[in-house]
């Protein structure tokens, strides 16, 4: 098992850009999720989803889309960067529905000038 | 006020030492509770979760308090490879779809 995989593992957008982050998990868990992690600040959550077709949002959402329609894949979208949202961005899975005991992907790296 | 607050740290403490983090939630109907540990530039990973009764994993120990709001770990005989941030989590009521994070503390274990 791969587990979870994200691309790309860094990037660099000028502020306006829309990018897409992918997540891909191959353990058929349903529910997943996105969080981003700053310097003091812990992780927060995005967004998530506790199976295909259904999400939600999170702690912080602006700024970002989500959709689900695969178990295996959630892509988080950034509609129009901002340098607010320099950052490392982690995904998870998690076999439970509450999304206790999470696996993580290996984070992306995103620096918006 | 934070959902989940931790001492940054850093702790620094020799090989072979104990070491203990403590952690307090503020929602008082907090209903499960992990460890996680995040080496540096890396995602983090589930070190253990904390039961009401307590529990044991190796040189790790975890308890909770829940009159008090707080969550501990303890580290004994500390190896090399415990230098790490140890993050704790907190799930806020039994159904909820989201987990909250501390900071973090971090401990550099010293030869």
């Given at each position: ?113 | 006020r934070k959902e989940v607050e ?18 307090t939630y503020s929602n ?84």
């Amino acid at each position: 098992n791969a587990g979870v995989t994200q691309t790309p593992k860094f990037q660099v957008l000028k502020t306006g850009q829309s990018m897409t982050l992918q997540c891909a998990q191959d353990m058929n868990h349903e529910y997943m999720s996105w969080y981003r992690q700053d310097p003091g600040m812990g992780l927060r959550l995005i967004h998530y989803s506790v199976g295909a077709g259904i999400t939600d949002q999170g702690e912080v959402p602006n700024g970002y889309n989500v959709s689900r329609s695969t178990t295996e894949d959630f892509p988080l979208r950034l509609l129009s960067a901002a340098p607010s949202q320099t950052s490392v961005y982690f995904c998870a899975s998690s076999y439970s529905r509450d999304g206790a005991q999470q696996y993580f992907g290996p984070g992306t790296r995103l620096t918006v000038t | 006020r934070k959902e989940v607050e931790q001492d940054p740290g850093p702790f620094n403490v020799p090989e072979g030492a104990t070491v203990a983090f403590n952690c307090t939630y503020s929602n008082s109907a907090s209903q499960s509770f992990f460890w996680y540990r995040q080496d540096c530039r890396k995602e983090p990973k589930l070190l253990m979760s904390v039961y009401s009764s307590g529990n044991e994993d190796g040189r790790f120990t975890a308890q909770l308090n829940r009159a008090s709001q707080y969550i501990s770990l303890l580290i004994r005989d500390s190896k090399l490879s415990d230098s790490a941030t140890y993050l704790c989590v907190v799930t806020p009521r039994t159904g909820a779809n989201n987990l909250f994070f501390g900071t973090g503390t971090r401990l550099t274990v010293i030869p």
